[in-house]
Structure formats: C-alpha cells, structure tokens
C-alpha cells in the first residue's frame, strides 16, 4: 500500500521499514542510491531523469510502475525531485512528504542552512503533504528541534532525523489508518 521515493541514504525509509509500516515498493531518480539497497527485499525501481523525455514523461512512468505495485499512499522520504501534476494527480492527496524545517518558513533543498543563516530558533521535522510547489502543501504534523548553541547543519541534522524517523511512522500509521 505504501510506495517511498528516496534520492539519497534512505533513513527515513529505514524508519518506515523498521515499524512495520506495510511499504510495498520503493523508487528513486538515483540508480545509486542506498535507500535502493535498504529495501532490496522489496520491489525496486530507479528512474533517472536523463532517461525520459522530460520529467513529465518519468513521472508518469514512476506513477505507473507503483500504481502496478499497489501503491495507495506515496511517502517522499528524502526525495529530492518536485513532482509534476501528472504524478500528482494519480495520487491525489496521497502523497506526503517530510522536510527539517519549518514551514512555509524554511522551504527548498537547504532549510537547515537557511535555519542556521537567519538565526532562528527551531528547525523542525516537518510532515506535509505534497503539491506542485517546493515545499507548500498543507502541514499535517510539525515538531520543533531546538537549535543549540554551537550547532552546525551536521549537528542540527542527526537530531532533526531522529525526530523526523519517528514523526513520519506516526503520521504515514494515521495515514494508513484512514
């Protein structure tokens, strides 16, 4: 029932696994990326960009491959791609995603730099769900992680994961449970 798309490591991804949570298959637009190995029990799928016509073209084909799998509720998780409306609207209002900070404040692909450069208080482990924006779909859950003296975007990261590890199994269980 759950599909994850992951660009990179893959923690999130792991998190989702080691609840329990009934992932079904997972995708990336990496062909290296070690989420892809964390889940090599499962179907896996990488569809880089360079490989399609346009993104038009690979989200569809991604949209495809997980709707052939099953998929109901997509989880980004680390998925460093915006989605286009032709992948979106195959799943809609089934597509969320998790990002370190708060928003709309901190949106894009570097929010604990920007959290670190404009001194603010909180990062955050941030669920929302997805639209054809960088960031601006609706917040279903947010918890502040304090930014503490002397931190840096390394530092502020392993404690923001460890937060958004648990806030996204809750959220995607919620999910589920609909």
Not at 93 to 121: K, Q, T
Request: charged share 20%; hydrophobic share 45%; glycine share 6%.
């Amino acid at each position: 029932m759950i599909g994850v798309l992951a660009s990179g490591e893959g923690t999130n991804l792991q998190a989702l696994l080691d609840a329990g949570l009934p992932v079904v298959a997972v995708a990336s637009n990496r062909r290296g990326a070690r989420a892809l190995d964390r889940a090599a029990h499962l179907p896996t799928a990488a569809f880089p960009l360079d490989e399609y016509s346009d993104r038009d073209a690979r989200d569809a084909a991604m949209a495809d491959w997980l709707q052939e799998h099953g998929v109901r509720l997509v989880v980004c998780a680390g998925y460093m791609h915006v989605l286009r409306p032709v992948f979106l609207d195959r799943f809609p209002d089934r597509v969320v995603n998790v990002h370190p900070a708060p928003l709309p404040e901190f949106p894009g692909a570097h929010p604990l730099e920007d959290v670190l450069a404009a001194g603010a208080p909180n990062a955050a482990a941030t669920v929302h769900f997805v639209d054809a924006g960088v960031d601006t779909g609706k917040v279903i859950a947010s918890e502040p992680v304090p930014v503490l003296p002397g931190d840096t975007v390394e530092s502020l990261r392993e404690r923001v994961h460890a937060v958004e590890h648990r806030l996204l199994t809750e959220v995607v269980r919620e999910l589920c449970a609909r």
